[in-house]
């Protein structure tokens, strides 16, 4: 890994980011617990046996996992060489096959109309401009007719503090996402105060966000 004090800001940016997040997954458990997330398995009835599954920013694989384990083939990819190797382990253990890669979200192959699914789940890391360049980016990798999870914390959760960035452009407004996904089918969009259990990385009361939508 190159000095982050050198190279562009966007460069250094990423790189510290990444030193943080292999701390934060270098523990021995699983950060953010081994079940999958609770609004993307609430969609299991929705789920083809044998479709293409992409699941973004994925962490130690709770949820590529989990869609493997409903007969999807998954696709999945983190930046974090230390979050990847856990969920091999997590795939190895649930015996199911999960083809997993480590690379940063813009260095994805984003293969056009390729995925029944996309999974995004607290994929919030990105600012306005770059949360712009990943929604069209998950839009072309989707099929016609492909399905978008997203999961998220609404601009609320800021007050409760259980999770999440600390930057309020960086979490979601039901006017925010419907102008984002304004070109696809929105099903659902619930705004809603749940409290979550998803290992120390999420826990306790939070301002949520559930959605589902459908290319067109």
Not at 35 to 63: F, V
Not at 83 to 96: F, H, M, Q, S
Request: with cysteine; glycine share 8%.
């Amino acid at each position: 890994m190159s000095d982050p004090k050198s190279g562009p800001p966007e460069e250094r940016s990423l790189e510290q980011a990444l030193v943080r997040w292999e701390a934060r997954f270098s523990v021995g458990e699983y950060l953010f617990g081994e079940r999958p997330n609770a609004y993307l398995a609430s969609k299991a009835a929705l789920l083809a046996r044998g479709g293409r599954a992409l699941s973004i920013a994925d962490g130690e694989g709770r949820n590529s996992v989990w869609l493997a384990e409903q007969g999807l083939r998954v696709d999945a990819f983190d930046f974090s060489p230390t979050a990847v190797a856990k969920a091999e382990r997590l795939a190895l253990k649930r015996g199911v096959h999960v083809r997993f890669h480590v690379s940063e979200t813009f260095a994805w192959s984003w293969e056009p109309c390729a995925y029944d699914l996309v999974a995004a789940i607290f994929i919030q890391f990105a600012s306005p401009a770059v949360r712009q360049r990943l929604f069209a980016l998950i839009k072309q990798t989707l099929k016609p007719g492909g399905l978008l999870i997203l999961q998220g914390y609404r601009t609320e959760q800021l007050a409760y503090g259980t999770g999440g960035p600390p930057e309020a452009d960086h979490l979601y407004t039901e006017a925010m996402i419907r102008t984002a996904l304004n070109d696809m089918d929105i099903i659902e969009l619930r705004c809603y105060d749940e409290h979550v259990d998803e290992g120390k990385g999420h826990a306790g009361p939070s301002a949520l966000m559930g959605v589902l939508a459908r290319k067109r």
